[in-house]
T-cell receptor
Framework: EAQVTQNPRYLITVTGKKLTVTCSQNMNHEYMSWYRQDPGLGLRQIYYSMNVEVTDKGDVPEGYKVSRKEKRNFPLILESPSPNQTSLYFC??????????FGEGSRLTVL | QKEVEQNSGPLSVPEGAIASLNCTYSDRGSQSFFWYRQYSGKSPELIMFIYSNGDKEDGRFTAQLNKASQYVSLLIRDSQPSDSATYLCAVKRGTALIFGKGTTLSVSS
């Protein structure tokens, strides 16, 4: 089954404790992207990757890091989480930008 | 001016009616346009894309694009309660995809 898998789905953490949200896709897609979704602000792009070792900033990259060492994986790293990073995070992939397949989302709370 | 704008709604229509969802964008050079549907508590799913001026039909859904006026719309014919969701318009900007905030549609039976 074609899918984008994110883990963890739910996480409560404390300010400053490094965390990683993993994302894996099994469709051999070249393009992968991370979004955060907040009430009243909609979906905003954090980072995206056109291919292995090729990443670029989206509209809200501050406080996040990503890596793309393998085609299927695109982890999102929060080195020092802060309460304003409390959000619903979505990973997505596609053959090219636009026709995105989304993961189920990861709800993160930073206390 | 926001890059992609949608009326947040809610847009309420009775079952069987046509629902019309609209989206405007600011970058005149945009070439690709997408509509996603997001049910409450779920992830967005792609329902249609359109690249050329005019209409594109897929079942009960029709996407309309007018590049001169910089708007794209989604028509849902014979609306069903199961169509109740938030509809997100997205515009491709280079290699990034920019989303509007979405319009919530409520279809009453």
């Amino acid at each position: 089954e074609a899918q984008v898998t994110q883990n963890p789905r739910y996480l409560i953490t404390v300010t400053g404790k490094k965390l990683t949200v993993t994302c894996s896709q099994n469709m051999n897609h070249e393009y992968m992207s991370w979004y955060r979704q907040d009430p009243g602000l909609g979906l905003r792009q954090i980072y995206y990757s056109m291919n292995v070792e090729v990443t670029d900033k989206g509209d809200v990259p501050e406080g996040y890091k990503v890596s793309r060492k393998e085609k299927r994986n695109f982890p999102l790293i929060l080195e020092s989480p802060s309460p304003n990073q409390t959000s619903l995070y979505f990973c997505a992939s596609s053959p090219q930008p636009g026709e995105l397949f989304f993961g189920e989302g990861s709800r993160l709370t930073v206390l | 001016q926001k890059e992609v704008e949608q009326n947040s709604g809610p847009l309420s229509v009775p079952e069987g009616a046509i629902a019309s969802l609209n989206c405007t964008y600011s970058d005149r050079g945009s070439q690709s346009f997408f509509w996603y549907r997001q049910y409450s508590g779920k992830s967005p799913e792609l329902i249609m894309f359109i690249y050329s001026n005019g209409d594109k039909e897929d079942g009960r859904f029709t996407a309309q694009l007018n590049k001169a006026s910089q708007y794209v719309s989604l028509l849902i014919r014979d609306s069903q309660p199961s169509d109740s969701a938030t509809y997100l318009c997205a515009v491709k900007r280079g290699t990034a995809l920019i989303f509007g905030k979405g319009t919530t549609l409520s279809v009453s039976s």
